[in-house]
């Protein structure tokens, strides 16, 4: 048991990591916005891309890469509890789309007001905390019940090759994103971000964000 120990000691400082990305990043755009009303397509875009880097980072953890497939394969009964799990993740996703399309069709982006895009943030964050704690309460608890043996072993061998590929590769695609404060005053709204605003908007029209199988 001291490597079913070892694997969940690793995912929960996994998830503490995330928990404090996703408030760092709520606090922040709350604390850029409170004073207003309106929003330009800067501070669209730069929400958008932090929500979307923060939404597909999910579907790197070592919960969702690894110990779920050996849930899944351990038993059928957890197929209920991880249905519950993919609905908070999608119902994150309607936040992520609901920024994007804002951002992606708008000419005059002050449609979205300052209160709805907290709103939306407040949103997405909600119920990736919600999925979270569901995860640490009730999906630890079962995998512990239904993973047995030699299975403990191959998932710890996975989680120590994941770190090292993490460490090798920390700008790369298979990682978590962790938000970072920025230096500047990214939500100014100055014509240099205006102008990569309008580029992000092509890319996530182009490419909108799809829930996972």
């Known amino acids: 048991m001291l490597t079913a120990t070892y694997s969940l000691v ?4 996994e998830q503490a990591s ?14 850029q916005l409170r004073h207003q009303s309106c929003l330009s397509l800067a501070q669209l875009e730069y929400a958008g891309d ?7 980072g999910g579907y790197w953890r070592k919960v969702e890469m690894y110990l779920i497939p ?27 789309h609901a920024v994007q399309q804002r951002a992606g069709a708008a000419i005059d982006s002050s449609g979205l007001q300052a209160e709805q ?12 905390l919600e ?16 993973i047995v043996g030699e299975a403990w072993f191959a998932i710890a061998y996975q989680f120590l090759a994941h770190d090292a590929q993490a460490r090798e ?18 939500l100014a709204g100055s ?22 199988a």
């Not at 690793?10 to 400082?13: E, K």
């Not at 240099?192 to 029209?205: D, I, K, M, P």
Request: glycine fraction near 4%; include cysteine.
């Open 10 to 13: 690793s995912l929960s400082v």
């Open 18 to 31: 995330i928990r404090l990305s996703l408030l760092a990043f709520q606090k922040y755009m709350h604390v």
């Open 50 to 56: 932090w929500l979307s880097r923060l939404y597909q």
């Open 70 to 96: 050996a849930i899944r394969e351990a038993t059928p009964l957890a197929d209920g509890l991880l249905d519950e799990l993919n609905g908070l993740h999608h119902a994150a996703l309607e936040s992520v």
């Open 117 to 128: 895009l907290c709103a939306a943030i407040d949103a997405f964050c909600a119920a990736l």
């Open 131 to 146: 999925r979270m704690e569901k995860e640490e309460r009730e999906l630890f608890a079962l995998a512990r019940k239904v």
């Open 169 to 186: 590769a920390r700008h790369g695609k298979a990682q978590v994103h962790t938000f970072i404060l920025p230096a500047h005053d990214t």
């Open 191 to 212: 014509e240099e971000s205006a102008g990569t605003g309008s580029a992000f908007a092509q890319r996530v029209t182009a490419q909108p964000l799809r829930a996972k």
